[in-house]
């Protein structure tokens, strides 16, 4: 499991998350529901908001989950992402997700 701090360094890589970055534009169009499964600071989570809503889900470790939440607020989006604290293998979703 990754801490904060490891998240950091990760998006402090310029060339992962560069291609991340460019990898969801190529991708994700307006209709499509998204799904980052362990969203860590969700930042690739508020990079896929800008065309489309994002159901972002998360494993049990509520510190990433309030700095996502933080995140996805400072960049407008918060109410296009849902949070979710739980196991991705027993998680309900609303709608079936396409990416």
Known sequence: MYDIY????????RVRGDAYA???AAT??????VVD???GTGIFAV???GPAHDGSTRSNRPVSSRVAREI???????????FRESDSRKIDLKEKANV
């Open 6 to 13: 490891d998240h950091g360094r990760m998006i402090a890589d």
């Open 28 to 33: 994700v169009r307006p209709d499509d529901i």
């Open 47 to 49: 990079l896929a908001c």
């Open 22 to 24: 460019r990898a969801i």
């Open 72 to 82: 996805a607020a400072a960049n407008r989006c918060l109410d296009r992402i849902e």
């Open 37 to 39: 499964l362990g969203t």
